[in-house]
């Protein structure tokens, strides 16, 4: 279907030759593969590009695609500049601007797409548009939501700054603070209101990475802080539904990992590819994924770390059915949990508690079709959860619900899903509301057991995000 659309970079069809969408995608993930690079290539991503919505690949991408044809480069393949595209692009369709006078913006049409969902874009109008390199890196950082706020808090204000200015301190300290304010909003509020307004930080953060005019001594933490970002803006995506942009920003977080050698950052991006994969129905590729983030995760001595990729090792084994290969990942999860927290346990791991723990094995039994267990699991979870993080307390009861309608207990269903009910006005995740609806179904036929009813009744009534 995507190869109907308008070819608008002939050079890379050109470069497709007879080959379908589908086969050339595959020739796209061999070579990664032959790199050591991990890509998640279609046929519809083909499509994409050669519509030209992806004016230029991320740089995991753009490693395979030179990979695949030596001596060339982006722009040979049709590609546009990642200058252009991240720091001072237009929409697909816009003509491009030319450079201004010092100081004042470029002028280019106005992007059309409400909301714009091209995360390269640059002329929407609620993005700056200043053409001066650092002002429009600064500007767009400020413009975007929650990294307005963390950078206001740390003194950046909104005034031009001059154009060479170098990245320091303050640039880096407000992209580490933005990480941290997104997840703490996922973690009270759930993804689908913060999605649109993160991803607009995280181009700013790869745009000051892209300038090259960081100092020495930031630009490890710079590099290590627009990763952390992508993993958060991924996360929301994946919780979100949009499994594709999801996909796509923790493949720029391993990139990224990998040009900065950052074991961390790769066992991070690793751990969030083997959870997606898993609710993707993906589950070998979960497997996969995880034990890449363990040969990682091994450099930095923190068995939180190896505890969790361990568990989203088990959930894949589970949606694989493989009983035994699932049991043995758990006991190895418990057994690094139990050796406790370290000064070495990445920032990022603080929502990894015992509570998170259960849950996870909760998953790993609902996939083997065990309810019972699961929904004892589950339970637990949501007993020990910080009532404060509605989010996750909001997934845990979710969780529960469903396990209790397959074990064959309605009327325990029907409470955990009023319980759920009461937290959706202060949570938005469409994979919540994907799993009530889901238990929702299951308990139709059951009607006639007490607090049912009244629980449909009342979740059919209730508005579903759009």
């Given at each position: 279907?995507?190869?109907?659309?308008?070819?608008?970079?002939?050079?890379?069809?050109?470069?497709?030759?007879?080959?379908?969408?589908?086969?050339?995608?595959?020739?796209?993930?061999?070579?990664?593969?032959?790199?050591?690079?991990?890509?998640?290539?279609?046929?519809?991503y083909i499509?994409?590009?050669?519509?030209g919505e992806?004016r230029?690949?991320?740089?995991?991408?753009?490693?395979?695609f030179?990979?695949?044809?030596?001596g060339?480069?982006?722009?040979?393949?049709?590609?546009s500049?990642?200058?252009?595209?991240?720091?001072?692009?237009?929409?697909?369709g816009?003509?491009?601007p030319?450079?201004?006078?010092?100081?004042r913006?470029?002028?280019s049409?106005p992007?059309?797409?409400?909301?714009c969902?091209?995360?390269?874009?640059?002329?929407?109008?609620c993005?700056?548009?200043?053409?001066?390199?650092?002002?429009?890196?600064?500007?767009a950082?400020?413009?975007?939501?929650?990294?307005?706020?963390a950078?206001?808090?740390?003194?950046?204000?909104?005034?031009?700054?001059?154009?060479?200015?170098?990245?320091g301190?303050?640039?880096?300290?407000a992209v580490?603070?933005?990480?941290?304010?997104?997840?703490?909003l996922d973690?009270r509020h759930?993804?689908?209101?913060?999605?649109?307004?993160?991803?607009r930080p995280?181009?700013a953060?790869?745009?000051?990475?892209d300038?090259?005019?960081?100092?020495?001594?930031?630009?490890?933490?710079?590099?290590?802080?627009?990763?952390?970002?992508?993993?958060?803006?991924?996360?929301?995506?994946h919780?979100s539904?949009r499994?594709?942009?999801?996909?796509s920003?923790?493949?720029?977080?391993?990139?990224?990992?990998?040009?900065a050698?950052?074991?961390?950052?790769?066992?991070?991006a690793?751990c969030?590819?083997?959870?997606?994969?898993?609710?993707?129905?993906?589950?070998r590729?979960?497997?996969?994924?995880?034990?890449?983030?363990?040969?990682?995760?091994?450099q930095?001595?923190?068995?939180?770390?190896?505890s969790?990729l361990?568990?989203r090792?088990?959930?894949?084994?589970?949606?694989?059915?493989?009983?035994?290969?699932?049991?043995d990942?758990?006991?190895?999860?418990?057994?690094?949990?139990?050796?406790?927290?370290?000064?070495?346990?990445?920032?990022?791991m603080?929502?990894?508690?015992?509570?998170?723990?259960?849950?996870?094995?909760?998953?790993?039994w609902?996939?083997?079709?065990?309810?019972?267990?699961a929904?004892?699991?589950?339970?637990r979870a949501a007993?020990?959860?910080d009532?404060?993080f509605?989010?996750?307390l909001a997934?845990?009861?979710a969780?529960?619900?469903?396990?209790?309608?397959?074990?064959g207990a309605p009327?325990?269903?029907?409470?955990?899903?009023?319980?759920?009910l009461?937290?959706?006005?202060?949570?938005?995740?469409?994979?919540?509301?994907?799993m009530?609806?889901?238990?929702?179904?299951?308990?139709?036929?059951?009607?006639?057991?007490?607090?049912?009813?009244a629980?449909?009744?009342?979740?059919?009534?209730t508005p579903?995000?759009?």
């Amino acid at each position: 279907m995507a190869m109907s659309r308008e070819v608008r970079n002939p050079a890379f069809r050109e470069l497709r030759g007879q080959r379908s969408p589908g086969e050339f995608a595959a020739a796209v993930r061999r070579a990664a593969r032959e790199i050591g690079e991990q890509v998640s290539c279609d046929a519809r991503y083909i499509g994409r590009v050669e519509a030209g919505e992806i004016r230029c690949p991320n740089y995991a991408y753009e490693r395979v695609f030179l990979h695949m044809f030596p001596g060339s480069t982006l722009k040979d393949l049709g590609f546009s500049d990642r200058g252009v595209v991240r720091g001072r692009g237009v929409c697909p369709g816009a003509e491009p601007p030319s450079r201004p006078p010092t100081g004042r913006p470029p002028s280019s049409r106005p992007c059309t797409n409400d909301p714009c969902t091209d995360h390269s874009c640059t002329s929407h109008p609620c993005t700056s548009k200043n053409n001066e390199e650092s002002d429009v890196l600064r500007r767009a950082f400020m413009a975007g939501g929650s990294a307005a706020m963390a950078a206001v808090s740390l003194g950046l204000g909104p005034a031009p700054v001059p154009s060479q200015r170098r990245v320091g301190e303050a640039e880096v300290s407000a992209v580490e603070a933005a990480v941290r304010q997104i997840r703490l909003l996922d973690d009270r509020h759930g993804a689908a209101g913060l999605y649109q307004r993160a991803a607009r930080p995280l181009e700013a953060a790869y745009a000051l990475l892209d300038a090259g005019t960081a100092r020495r001594s930031a630009v490890g933490r710079l590099h290590a802080g627009a990763g952390e970002l992508a993993i958060s803006v991924g996360w929301l995506a994946h919780d979100s539904g949009r499994f594709d942009d999801a996909r796509s920003h923790y493949a720029e977080a391993l990139a990224t990992a990998r040009v900065a050698g950052d074991p961390a950052l790769e066992a991070h991006a690793f751990c969030n590819t083997a959870f997606l994969a898993r609710d993707a129905g993906r589950p070998r590729e979960a497997v996969r994924a995880a034990q890449a983030g363990e040969r990682a995760a091994k450099q930095l001595a923190s068995p939180r770390l190896l505890s969790l990729l361990t568990l989203r090792e088990a959930g894949g084994w589970a949606g694989l059915g493989d009983r035994t290969a699932c049991s043995d990942a758990l006991v190895r999860a418990k057994s690094l949990f139990a050796q406790g927290t370290s000064d070495t346990d990445p920032e990022w791991m603080t929502f990894f508690v015992e509570a998170e723990l259960e849950m996870l094995e909760a998953q790993c039994w609902s996939a083997l079709s065990d309810w019972p267990r699961a929904a004892q699991h589950a339970e637990r979870a949501a007993q020990l959860q910080d009532p404060h993080f509605a989010r996750n307390l909001a997934l845990y009861r979710a969780q529960l619900a469903d396990d209790l309608a397959r074990a064959g207990a309605p009327d325990r269903a029907a409470a955990a899903g009023h319980q759920v009910l009461d937290l959706l006005d202060q949570v938005q995740s469409s994979r919540i509301q994907a799993m009530l609806a889901g238990t929702a179904r299951r308990l139709l036929p059951e009607r006639s057991a007490s607090g049912v009813p009244a629980f449909l009744e009342r979740h059919a009534s209730t508005p579903r995000l759009v």
